[in-house]
C-alpha cells in the first residue's frame, strides 16, 4: 500500500534562518506530488506540484522554493524565513482520482 | 482554470441536526470532485469523491455528497450530526495535474 511521510511534525525557526522540509512517498511510482499551505482563515493553498523529477510548477510567487531530486521525493526551502512563511505545510501525492496527504507540519517563524 | 467557493467559513449544528456544507466549483471540463476533512494538526482525510459516476456520492461516516452540474454545486451532507463531525472540511476540484482547494468550513457541533 501507498504511504507518505512528511517531517518534521513541527518546527520553530527564527527570521532569517534557512528551511527544510521532506516529504517521501512510499508504494507507488511517479506520482503527481504537491506542497499546500494552510493559513488561518485561508484555506489550503496551493505553493508547488510537480509531474515528475526536476519539474516542479510554481503556483504563488513567495520566499519558497522546491525540488523534486528523486521520483518520489519532495522537498520544500527557503534561504530566509519570514514571519509570514509561518503555517501548517502539507505534502500530498495523487492517484487513482484522489489525494493522500501527509500528516502536516506546524512552522511557527519567530 | 479551476476553482473552489465553499460558502461559510463557519457552520454550527446541534448533535443530531442536518449538516450542510456548501461547495460550489468552476471548471472549463468536467471536474473531479472531493470532499476532505481535517483534524486538528493533522492532514487531510478523504471523506467522498465525485468522477463522473453516480452523481449522488457515498462517503465514509454518513456522508453524501450530490453533484449538480447545472447549479455548478457538490454540497455535503449528513441527516444528523455527531460530536466527532465537529472538523474543518475542504471541497476540492481537480482535472489534471493540480488539485485546488476552497478555503474551508469549520463545523462546530452544540450538544
Known amino acids: 500500500s501507498q504511504t507518505i511521510h512528511q517531517w518534521p511534525a513541527t518546527l520553530v525557526q527564527p527570521v532569517g534562518s534557512p528551511l527544510s522540509l521532506e516529504c517521501t512517498v512510499e508504494g507507488t511510482s511517479n506520482p503527481n506530488l504537491y506542497w499546500y499551505r494552510q493559513a488561518a482563515g485561508r484555506g489550503l493553498q496551493l505553493l508547488f506540484y510537480?509531474?515528475?523529477?526536476?519539474?516542479i510548477s510554481s503556483e504563488v510567487p513567495q520566499n519558497l522554493s522546491a525540488s523534486r531530486p528523486q521520483d518520489r521525493q519532495f522537498i520544500l526551502s527557503s534561504k530566509k524565513l519570514l514571519l509570514s512563511d509561518s503555517g501548517f505545510y502539507l505534502c500530498?501525492?495523487?492517484?487513482?482520482?484522489?489525494?493522500?496527504f501527509g500528516q502536516g507540519t506546524r512552522l511557527t517563524v519567530v | 482554470a479551476q476553482s473552489v467557493t465553499q460558502l461559510g467559513s463557519h457552520v454550527s449544528v446541534s448533535e443530531g441536526a442536518l449538516v450542510l456544507l456548501r461547495c460550489n466549483y468552476s471548471?472549463?471540463?468536467?471536474?473531479?470532485l472531493f470532499w476532505y476533512v481535517q483534524y486538528p494538526n493533522q492532514g487531510l482525510q478523504l471523506l467522498l469523491k465525485y468522477t463522473s459516476a453516480a452523481t449522488l456520492v457515498k462517503g465514509i461516516n454518513g456522508f453524501e455528497a450530490e453533484f449538480k452540474k447545472s447549479e455548478t454545486s457538490f454540497h455535503l451532507t449528513k441527516p444528523s450530526a455527531h460530536m466527532s463531525d465537529a472538523a474543518e472540511y475542504f471541497c476540492?476540484?481537480?482535472?489534471?495535474?493540480?488539485?485546488?482547494f476552497g478555503a474551508g468550513t469549520r463545523l462546530t457541533v452544540k450538544p
Open positions: 476540492a476540484v481537480s482535472r489534471g495535474d493540480d488539485m485546488r
Open positions: 510537480s509531474v515528475g523529477i526536476g519539474q
Open positions: 471548471s472549463s471540463v468536467p471536474p473531479y
Open positions: 500530498a501525492w495523487s492517484g487513482t482520482g484522489q489525494a493522500f
